[in-house]
T-cell receptor, first 111, second 115 residues
Framework: QQPVQSPQAVILREGEDAVINCSSS?????VHWYRQKHGEAPVFLMI?????EQKGHEKISASFNEKKQQSSLYLTASQLSYSGTYFC????????????FGKGTKLSVIP | SQTIHQWPATLVQPVGSPLSLECTVE??????LYWYRQAAGRGLQLLFY??????ISSEVPQNLSASRPQDRQFILSSKKLLLSDSGFYLC??????????????FGPGTRLTVL
């Protein structure tokens, strides 16, 4: 089942902060975050695993609430380069090879 | 370093024509391979994944098929395209092993328009 992302879109001025949320109705093992710029391929940002382990870029901050099956991506002191669509992908269950992506959150950073 | 290639970059095809999209990965062995489709303004829909040569799993029943003739080659095909097949097709790879822990690396994509 597809995770739900919120907000669908957000506009920020440079230097402002934003939080993007991802929630699932299924028990999750991990949450993956990707950013896609218009016309380009998605780029990996971070993986948050059950149990607290994280893999990803040092400048990216995110959290994973295992009890609520929710994850949040924190974008602080935004830069123009942060613009793009952010996707969360979730993996549930042992032996799963499927990463199920949300519909995305479009972030626009303006000067 | 690992690289992933897709071709063609863009394709315009008439309804009912066949399709073949190719994806190759360099610099790694035994990768997991994936085909995704992204409709305009939509999320990423997993179409097929493969954990080894000749091993293909389909996530969405449709008129598309996939094959993995070599370890680092993944092909997406159709015998007869539909209008609804239009979209941005992305190939991705991840290291062999637990997908829950491994990031996926996406290719540059093929933009397919079916007229």
């Amino acid at each position: 089942q597809q995770p739900v992302q919120s907000p669908q879109a957000v506009i920020l001025r440079e230097g402002e902060d934003a939080v993007i949320n991802c929630s699932s109705s299924k028990a999750l093992y991990s949450v993956h975050w990707y950013r896609q710029k218009h016309g380009e391929a998605p780029v990996f940002l971070m993986i948050l695993l059950k149990g607290g382990e994280q893999k990803g870029h040092e400048k990216i901050s995110a959290s994973f609430n295992e009890k609520k099956q929710q994850s949040s991506l924190y974008l602080t002191a935004s830069q123009l380069s942060y613009s793009g669509t952010y996707f969360c992908g979730t993996v549930s269950g042992a032996g799963s090879y499927q990463l199920t992506f949300g519909k995305g959150t479009k972030l626009s950073v303006i000067p | 370093s690992q690289t992933i290639h897709q071709w063609p970059a863009t394709l315009v095809q008439p309804v009912g024509s066949p399709l073949s999209l190719e994806c190759t990965v360099e610099g790694t062995s035994n990768p997991n391979l994936y085909w995704y489709r992204q409709a305009a303004g939509r999320g990423l829909q997993l179409l097929f994944y493969s954990v080894g040569i000749g091993q293909i799993s389909s996530e969405v029943p449709q008129n598309l098929s996939a094959s993995r003739p070599q370890d680092r080659q993944f092909i997406l095909s159709s015998k007869k395209l539909l209008l609804s097949d239009s979209g941005f097709y992305l190939c991705a790879w991840s290291p062999q092993g637990d997908v829950r822990r491994n990031e996926q690396f996406f290719g540059p994509g093929t933009r397919l328009t079916v007229l």
